[in-house]
Nanobody, 115 residues
Framework: QVRLVESGGGLVQPGGSLRLSCAASGITFTLYTMGWYRQAPGKQRELVATITSADNTNYADSVKGRFTISRNNAENTVYLQMNSLKPDDTAVYYC?????????WGQGTQVTVSS
């Protein structure tokens, strides 16, 4: 059974930081491109960042320079370090695992940026 379990969300003030974690089980983690997506109320889900099995990274323009994605293959975990958070970053953040035609999603974790 595949499980992606996100953690680390919460309420933070503008300019603050959060670190999201996603622990994966039931997959050969090293094969998968791991990603973070987010969905704000009334909006479509959008890509935030991805990291391949070769550690190549890709970021949405809106988060470049502020967010950093990383992975720990020994712990089957992917991280998203979020700095200089803005109210527009408020959303449910989802972890994704992708390998060829296989894709899995976590249940999501809420991030709220507000003063």
């Amino acid at each position: 059974q595949v499980r992606l379990v996100e953690s680390g969300g919460g309420l933070v003030q503008p300019g603050g930081s959060l670190r999201l974690s996603c622990a994966a089980s039931g997959i050969t983690f090293t094969l998968y491109t791991m990603g973070w997506y987010r969905q704000a109320p009334g909006k479509q889900r959008e890509l935030v960042a991805t990291i391949t099995s070769a550690d190549n990274t890709n970021y949405a323009d809106s988060v470049k320079g502020r967010f950093t994605i990383s992975r720990n293959n020994a712990e089957n975990t992917v991280y998203l370090q979020m700095n200089s958070l803005k109210p527009d970053d408020t959303a449910v953040y989802y972890c994704n695992a992708l390998f060829r035609t296989l894709t899995y999603w976590g249940q999501g974790t809420q991030v709220t940026v507000s003063s």
